[in-house]
């Protein structure tokens, strides 16, 4: 297997162990989330809890990206594609915070800077490791090689 797509994996794994930690603390430990990003604890942490649920169910898509990254080319971006669509949101919270989303935006800029690391890192070595078939272009999206 080629070293470039060999480090994805490791790199997709990484990120899959530090969403579960997030996932596994926002379900059982809600507070725990709240205190260590300094925000006010709510009564309610239904969101929180339904945000960690929802990281489980990201990472399972990943790993079968991981799993089989030549085999589902295109899921093997998309992981690449949801971790910088991932930092765009903490990005825009940490900076612009709509809708007076937290009463700590900044907070969120840690996340931001981690999925976007993350996202150029895994595109980088998906192009860089990937035959030219299964690279992100709209040539291949077309001829439906993704």
């Known amino acids: 297997m080629n ?4 480090w994805w994996i490791r790199i997709v794994w990484f990120g899959i162990f530090a969403n579960m930690s997030f996932a596994v603390t926002a379900l059982y430990a809600p507070q725990r989330i709240q205190d260590g990003l300094g925000l006010r604890r709510l009564v309610s942490t239904v969101w929180l809890r ?3 649920m929802l990281l489980v169910l990201v990472s399972m898509f990943n790993a079968g990206a991981a799993r089989a990254p030549y085999r589902y080319p295109l899921y093997a971006w998309l992981v690449a ?6 930092s765009f949101f903490f990005f825009r919270v940490a900076f612009f915070n709509p809708q007076s989303s937290s009463e700590r935006p900044r907070t969120f800029l840690t996340l931001g800077i981690f999925d976007l690391t993350m996202g150029l890192i895994c595109g980088l070595l998906l192009y860089l490791g990937f035959p030219d078939e299964y690279r992100l272009s709209l040539k291949n999206f077309k001829r439906g090689t993704l």
């Open 3 to 6: 070293p470039y797509i060999r």
């Open 50 to 52: 339904n945000v960690g």
């Open 81 to 86: 594609i949801a971790r910088l669509i991932a």
